[in-house]
């Protein structure tokens, strides 16, 4: 299994503060050594390696991670652009209720809004 | 089945009610009711079901007005309201470390996640489906709120949620024309000046020609209130693929 990281950097060229709070949360989590390679979509260029990975996925959220196994039928890859999930799934790490809660929030920024 | 934000092709409010009506079980579909102008659906659906499923988010930090008119809609409807609480040791834990308005200083997610999202993503857990208020001329975000959506945020591959929105297409105008038409009880805040009606501590009046959202988190930068919608519109004219944040 190989773990793909893709992180933001904005059209201002500052770092995208949730790609940031995720790397932080795979450092203090002790699970950065987990992820294989760290891939940057730059919004200012669209030919940036984490862009064109995310427009060969169609992946319209960032962070997010890209896990990729070899099967019997060839190699699959799964997307995954909520970090709860891939906590859970992949890292196979327990998470805390409030901790998804705020992922979901940010996520869909109406939702506060009910 | 997602539909796309069209406003041609939106059906009535009360169409969409009653066919969501006849395809959800009565114990599997509810309404969500904040308290404010959404008393609209419960209006509707009143007219269409004897089996009225309707929650409310008690954030523990409503107005004393919302309360009230919670109950009022109530016994005008003869229909129960469940109302949904936080759970208490997280927002002990919350309030111990950082206060009780943390909010102001350290922005609102950590709270309105806390006493809004864990408590109604519970109460999803348990439905098919679930009917809100939500219009498209509320906020930038809400643009492409269509009337029926598979919920992505609280549904599952494996559970399946879906998202009525009746009034998506209605503007605020069509919403008030039908409480003062129909007679339909309404939180006596938005004769104050309210228009949108949220915790006490985070909403307040708005001036005449102020969008409804300036009543929310006014504190808080407009670029992350919308969180992500800026480089959304900038993405989206400038290259084919966007990400958000
Ligand atoms: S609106 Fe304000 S008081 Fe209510 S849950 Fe959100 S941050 Fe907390």
């Known amino acids: ?87 859970k799934e992949v890292l196979q790490q327990q998470t805390k209720g409030s901790d998804e809660a705020r992922e979901i929030l940010r996520d869909n920024p109406d939702l506060d809004f009910l | 089945m997602t539909q796309t934000a069209d406003s041609a092709n939106d059906r009535s409010p009360q169409a969409v009610l009653e066919d969501a009506f006849s395809r959800f079980a009565p114990d599997r579909i509810a309404i969500s009711f904040s308290g404010a102008e959404d008393v609209v659906l ?85 439905l098919d489906a679930w009917i809100t208020g939500q219009r498209r001329d509320q906020s930038v975000t809400r643009t492409e709120v269509p009337q029926w959506q598979d919920d992505q945020a609280f549904g599952t591959a494996e559970r399946p949620l879906v998202k009525v929105n009746p009034l998506a297409g209605w503007s605020s105008a069509q919403v008030w024309q039908y409480i003062r038409n129909e007679q339909v009880p309404y939180n006596p805040l938005h004769d104050r000046g309210f228009l949108s009606i949220g915790c006490e501590p985070c909403t307040r009046a708005v001036g005449p020609h102020e969008h409804e959202r300036a009543g929310r988190w006014w504190w808080e930068e407009a670029t992350r209130k919308e969180c992500g919608l800026h480089a959304e519109n900038l993405a989206a004219e400038t290259q084919s693929v966007r990400i958000i944040e």
């Not at chain 1, 390679?37 to 890209?66: K, W």
């Not at chain 2, 003869?78 to 009780?100: A, Q, S």
């Open chain 1, 1 to 87: 299994m190989t773990i793909t990281f893709v992180k933001k950097i904005l059209a201002d060229g500052t770092p995208c503060p949730k790609c940031q709070d995720v790397e932080e949360r795979l450092h203090k989590g002790g699970h950065w050594d987990a992820i294989d390679e760290t891939l940057i979509a730059d919004e200012r260029d669209p030919q940036s390696p984490g862009m064109h990975l995310a427009a060969r996925l169609g992946v319209t959220r960032a962070p997010f991670f890209v896990v990729r196994e070899d099967t019997d039928s060839g190699v699959e890859e799964k997307v995954y652009t909520v970090y709860f999930k891939f906590q």
């Open chain 2, 42 to 126: 419960i209006d509707m659906a009143a007219q269409l079901v004897d089996e009225l499923q309707v929650f409310s988010l008690d954030t523990g930090r409503l107005h004393p007005e919302t309360y009230t008119f919670i109950e009022q809609v109530r016994e005008h409807y003869g229909v129960d309201i469940e109302v949904l609480m936080p759970d208490p040791e997280e927002v002990n834990e919350m309030v111990r470390k950082k206060g009780l308005f943390s909010f102001y200083r350290d922005g609102h997610q950590e709270c309105c996640a806390i006493r809004k999202i864990q408590p109604l993503r519970k109460k999803l857990a348990t």
